[in-house]
């Protein structure tokens, strides 16, 4: 098998290649500190690197850095299968302190068959005080043979006492090109993978979530009735209330689709004017917003998004932020 197309190497993923190099230096030199922390913004590859540095930290075949793939560790790892490799990841939306403390007791036995045992903590900044403070004590005394590996938000207030006990790898978000060409190998269209990799800013994870749930879609409906100098809301009062209820349905999803029409309100500001070719239906009459209207609307934005954090009814919500942002 060719090493360089296998999955679980961490060459593997687009970009980063200060955390490339970082990484491949420290396998050669066999200098891998007890803890490292991937921080950079969502969906842009860092577990997928952790699990890289994972096999390769386990390969047998010491010949090269990264995995070799084909060894009975490297097998094992791919079957998700490997003994001395543990995946801690959020469950309903954050890491719990239980999970943290069986961590910790997994920790006290040595490895079952290998060099060293690996945990990869995923999403650590959802994490909350406790379970926090509890990593903190596995990392201030760190078991011998064991490498932890976090990966976090970068733009998150982690904990500062968490990221000084890890050797952190810096994560950026991709550029427009490499995010089309991940979107496009997975069999997206070149016209929807260029809009995806325009709204994810360089994030492929988040175009991923953007193109399954509807939400281009629906962010596609919102632009076009707000913006259309054809549609009058006091007319129209059927359509904006009927759009309102679809986003509403959306739920959870509501803030992504709001972060997209921030990006379109921000662009406007910056007098780029490019996403609206993505629209279908090309005549509609733009309306033409000053900076203060362009503000305001960014304002009425964050106000509907904290009406939602305080769980306001949510189709009202949407309804009156459609009003206001025509
Ligand atoms: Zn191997």
Redo the contacts with the bound molecule.
Sequence with gaps: MNSDSSPICFSVVRGQEKAKKLLRRSLAADRIPHAYIFRGPDGVGKSMFARGVA??V????TSQVE?????????K?RSGNHPDILMVSPEKGAIKIGQIRQMARELTYPAYESKMRIVILEDVHTMRREAANSLLKTLEEPPADNLLMSTAEASHGMLSTLTSRCQTVPFSALGFADTVAILTDKGLDTGTAQLLARLSEGSPGKAFLLSKKDIISLWKEVLAVVSDSGIDSHRDVGIVLQLGEKMAALKENIVPLFGLLRIWLRDLLMGKTDLIAFLEGGDIRLKKWNTEQLFARLQAIDQAEKELARNCNRSLVCEVLLFRLQ
Aim: proline share 0%; net charge neutral.
């Design positions: 096999a390769a386990n390969c047998h075949d995995a070799c793939g084909v060894c009975s560790s490297c097998r790892f």
